[in-house]
């Protein structure tokens, strides 16, 4: 299932390539926030359009918020570079694993009740 992007996001993305970034307004978050008892740090990634509004369908798919995906595919990637390379994994990177884990299970039980 494909997510299309709305007309004003694209125009914004065309504007910013065309070097037109007047526009600094600040946005509202969309998102659905996530209470963790863990500080969260905020870094910036830049990805295609296409492989952005791919990424979208796919948390969409999931019923999980895009951000949330990635997130869950940096803590799988972790834990499988350390076991690649026999050294142990930090026990708050493997907490985070399993908190991962149970949220998508739980959301997927919530799809399919609903």
Do not use: C
Request: net charge negative; proline share 5%.
């Amino acid at each position: 299932m494909e997510v299309p992007m709305k007309p004003e996001d694209r125009d914004k993305i065309d504007r910013y390539r065309r070097g037109e970034t007047g526009d600094t307004s600040a946005r509202a978050n969309t998102e659905p926030i996530e209470v963790i008892p863990e500080v969260m740090v905020s870094r910036s990634l830049r990805l295609p359009t296409d492989v952005f509004e791919e990424l979208v369908a796919l948390a969409s798919a999931q019923g999980v918020a895009w951000s949330t995906l990635v997130r869950q595919w940096i803590i799988d990637g972790i834990v499988t570079a350390r076991h690649a390379t026999g050294t142990e994994v930090d026990p708050a990177i493997e907490l985070q694993r399993g908190v991962a884990m149970i949220t998508h299970a739980a959301s997927r039980l919530q799809q399919r009740a609903a």
